[in-house]
């Protein structure tokens, strides 16, 4: 590794990591139909898929998560830095989006494997310094069949200073026109609660406040991203009529918080797609998503 000098300082190139491009890891798993269940009263459903009707889109989430042992989770609550995403020392972990296809129906109860493979590994300056980005590849299978191909980006930044400067105003992405449907979503410490429980989701942004506060430097507990892009999910089939997604992209643009109501809005594009927004209190763009159906 070699070292540039700039004035009295010396500046490292950025760590390598592509000796960890192409790495592969396979789960398999059985889609049960209790989980269903807990996840549809959660979600606030009256009704749960059962067995043989197909998980619904985003419910692939709360499957083939890693069940690390307490012992090796870091301090933020995700397992601890290197197995099969590579050991990046940047504190700060997020799930920064998704490009998902749905080929065919996973069906409730099935026996499905996830393989995942490292697509890229990308060295990136941000605003407020150093960023990855990891880039994976989930194919999910049952009975021999593909059913589910999904990119998946996460992002590994440096920490929130301690003493940050005032934040600035959010930054409202504009969209052309209104939205045609609009919905909002109150979430609440047991929503939280609930969707990190049944995605083994250890992260302490979602279930300690004082963690998230002082540690992380948000203004109270955060609102999971596969959460909100799972709400999107549910409101692009409704509003499409019921029909089968093929395809759905989300980016996550800004946190939502707990018992902070957000709006979940979309409107039909000319092509019959939809283009998908979730809003904060403030109107702040939060997460952008596109769906298109079979």
């Given at each position: 590794m070699n070292a540039a000098t700039a004035g009295s300082e010396t500046v490292l190139p950025p760590p390598s990591y592509e000796a960890w491009v192409g790495r592969e890891e396979e789960r398999t798993q059985q889609l049960h139909a209790q989980i269903m269940h807990a996840m549809a009263a959660t979600m606030d459903m009256?009704?749960?898929?059962?067995?043989?009707?197909?998980?619904?889109?985003?419910?692939?989430w709360l499957f083939f998560n890693p069940a690390a042992p307490r012992s090796g989770l870091g301090v933020d609550g995700h397992p601890q830095r290197g197995g099969f995403l590579p050991p990046i020392e940047l504190p700060r972990r997020m799930w920064a989006g998704s490009r998902i296809q749905y080929v065919a129906e996973l069906s409730v109860d099935a026996i499905a494997t996830r393989r995942s493979r490292i697509q890229k590994v990308e060295n990136k300056t941000g605003k407020r310094g150093p960023l990855w980005f990891v880039t994976?590849?989930?194919?999910?299978?049952?009975?021999?069949?593909?059913?589910?191909?999904?990119?998946?980006?996460?992002?590994?930044?440096?920490a929130t200073p301690?003493?940050?400067?005032?934040?600035?105003?959010p930054t409202i992405e504009p969209y052309d026109g209104k939205a045609q449907w609009s919905q909002t979503i109150n979430p609440d410490?047991?929503?939280?609660?609930?969707?990190?429980?049944?995605?083994?989701?250890?992260?302490?942004?979602?279930?300690?406040?004082?963690?998230?506060?002082?540690?992380?430097?948000?203004?109270?507990?955060?609102?999971?991203g596969p959460l909100t892009a799972t709400l999107l999910q549910r409101f692009a089939v409704e509003q499409?009529?019921?029909?089968?997604?093929?395809?759905?992209?989300f980016r996550g643009v800004s946190p939502l918080f707990v018992d902070r109501a957000f709006q979940i809005e979309g409107?039909?594009?000319?092509?019959?797609?939809?283009?998908?927004?979730?809003?904060?209190?403030?109107?702040?763009?939060?997460?952008?998503?596109?769906?298109?159906?079979?």
């Open positions: 009256q009704v749960a898929p059962i067995v043989g009707e197909p998980l619904p889109p985003g419910w692939q994976v590849e989930h194919s999910i299978s049952a009975g021999g069949k593909l059913c589910i191909v999904e990119s998946q980006d996460i992002v590994y930044r440096d301690s003493n940050p400067a005032p934040n600035a105003a410490t047991t929503l939280l609660f609930r969707y990190s429980a049944l995605t083994f989701n250890g992260h302490r942004i979602h279930y300690d406040q004082a963690y998230a506060r002082d540690e992380e430097g948000y203004p109270n507990l955060v609102v999971h499409g009529g019921g029909r089968m997604l093929a395809h759905f992209n409107r039909e594009a000319d092509d019959g797609s939809l283009t998908l927004w979730a809003r904060g209190p403030q109107g702040e763009l939060a997460m952008s998503a596109t769906a298109q159906f079979h």
